[in-house]
């Protein structure tokens, strides 16, 4: 009677375990689909990303302010992977610990800010990706992304 147990209990241990609906990437680590709301445009403020300068380890990023307001945000990026349609976090091959001090998007102006993603992503392999920043406007907060593909 126990082994009739003891084989049931591990039958359904495999059956359990073995349902987990989890990606992988290649490396074996973990993707984790994202949640909450990443818009691309909020009160005259938008990100771009120059296609010319897209690379399997950065690009340019652009932060266009075309509004009246001035608008604050850290330092912090974060990568998002388009999958089967459905947008995962990129995953950490280091922690990074982000120094947040707040800069200020001013009033009608572009920032363009050359971004690396090497050191805590690793080269990205060829697919479609946007990349994150958060901003605030001293009431509300936004997440603003910009798409980029990576054919290489």
Known sequence: MKKIYFVLVMVLLLFTTGCRRTRLTEDGLELVPV?????????????????????????QLSTINDGPNRFSRGVALYIHQLIDGRWYHIPELIEFDWAMPELFVEPNSVEETQVG??????????????IIREFSNGMSNATLYAIFEITE
């Open 117 to 130: 993603w090497e050191r805590r992503h690793g080269e990205l392999a060829p697919g479609t990706y946007r």
């Open 35 to 59: 949640t909450g709301e990443v818009i691309d445009y909020w009160h005259g403020l938008s990100l771009y990303v120059d296609p010319d300068s897209v690379t399997p380890t950065g690009a």
